[in-house]
Nanobody, 122 residues
Framework: QVQLVESGGGLVQAGGSLRLSCVASGSFFSINAMGWYRQAPGKQRELVAR???????NYADSVKGRFTITGDNAKNMVYLQMNTLKPEDTAVYYC????????????????WGQGTQVTVSA
């Protein structure tokens, strides 16, 4: 069993900042990658940022230069620092992880957190 728990969402004004956190807990071999997705009402869920075990990162074009994803391997955590927030950043943000578990040790299984609401007012 693996659980992902997000925290750090909230309500901010445009131009403000938030930092989201996600921790993975349970029984697993290792984490291959972790990332953040978001979904606004009536829109598709989209990738925001992703980091793999080597430290390489990927960002959506809409957040590049404003958001930064970092990881803490020892704590099984990932963070998303969000600066210069815009109203269009308003969404539920979900933590995602690709995890090697004991029952399938030669591959990865995706897990999702419960989501945390980020609301940016104009």
């Amino acid at each position: 069993q693996v659980q992902l728990v997000e925290s750090g969402g909230g309500l901010v004004q445009a131009g403000g900042s938030l930092r989201l956190s996600c921790v993975a807990s349970g029984s697993f071999f290792s984490i291959n990658a972790m990332g953040w997705y978001r979904q606004a009402p009536g829109k598709q869920r989209e990738l925001v940022a992703r980091i793999i075990s080597t430290g390489s990162t990927n960002y959506a074009d809409s957040v590049k230069g404003r958001f930064t994803i970092t990881g803490d391997n020892a704590k099984n955590m990932v963070y998303l620092q969000m600066n210069t927030l815009k109203p269009e950043d308003t969404a539920v943000y979900y933590c995602n992880a690709d995890i090697r578990v004991y029952s399938f040790p030669r591959g990865g299984i995706e897990y999702w957190g419960q989501g945390t609401q980020v609301t940016v007012s104009a």
